[in-house]
């Protein structure tokens, strides 16, 4: 109880601290900077992320950072076992990113605005119209030269069992080109939703698999990269 009286307290905190970086961020933009303005954004939610991982006193266990170029945009797809997963991904790759996000988080201040400036997109997948759209915006936003975020399964599964991978989500790697780091993570669901939403402290193991290429797979694998992707993931989730 207390540990989660103290996440909920940080994270309230943190999060109006990032308020403090606001002017910075658009100070850089009216400079013209636009590198500062778009490091500015990945800094505030790189800190803020491993912020909030320590006060759950989540420990993170990462391999295959190698995996990770240094230079382009690439689409990182893992697996979604927690809301934690977003602080893992967010705290422990330390690569700009923007993420494909379900629309209710549009609802919660400040956040939504760093959301906005780190090039997020919002999706309503009850909404098949606005749902294309936001497929289309990754592609532009990667085009753009910054990486993404994808959960393919469209929902947590606060559990070790993955779901099923939604294969429109994946025509991001098909339109784009980008390179898609597969990434497992095992673990997260223990420190919040197996809990009744209490915070309790935890291991969490990430694995990051080599690149796939899109455009260097067979025409029959590229009609199963979801698949090809998933049993990836799977291959290096931790049992448990």
């Not at 690569?95 to 760093?114: C, G, T």
């Not at 994808?150 to 098909?174: D, H, N, Q, Y």
């Not at 080109?177 to 969490?204: D, F, H, K, L, Q």
């Amino acid at each position: 109880m207390l540990r989660t009286v103290w996440f909920y307290m940080v994270l309230v905190i943190s999060v109006l601290a990032t308020t403090i970086f606001l002017p910075v961020w658009h100070l850089f933009g009216l400079l013209g900077m636009k590198g500062a303005q778009h490091k500015c954004g990945h800094y505030v939610a790189y800190y803020w992320a491993n912020i909030l991982l320590s006060a759950a006193a989540v420990k993170v266990e990462i391999q295959g950072l190698d995996n990770v170029p240094a230079e382009g945009p690439v689409i990182f797809v893992g697996n979604h076992q927690s809301n934690f997963d977003i602080f893992v991904m967010l705290g422990c790759i330390n690569k700009s990113k923007s993420f494909l996000a379900k629309a209710e988080l549009a609802k919660i201040p400040v956040v939504h605005s760093w959301m906005q400036k780190m090039k997020c997109v919002l999706i309503d997948r009850g909404n098949m119209r606005q749902s294309i759209k936001a497929i289309q915006r990754c592609i532009e936003v990667l085009k753009e030269g910054q990486s993404m975020v994808i959960f393919p399964e469209g929902t947590r599964s606060k559990g070790p069992v993955m779901g099923e991978f939604k294969k429109g989500s994946l025509r991001v790697a098909e339109k784009s080109g980008a390179p898609v780091i597969p990434v497992a993570i095992s673990g997260t669901y223990r420190i919040m939703e197996a809990n009744n939403n209490m915070i309790r402290s935890g291991a969490v193991t990430v694995k990051i698999a080599p690149p796939i290429i899109y455009d260097c797979l067979s025409k029959e694998e590229q009609g199963n990269i979801h698949t090809i992707i998933r049993d990836k993931i799977a291959e290096n989730l931790s049992v448990g």
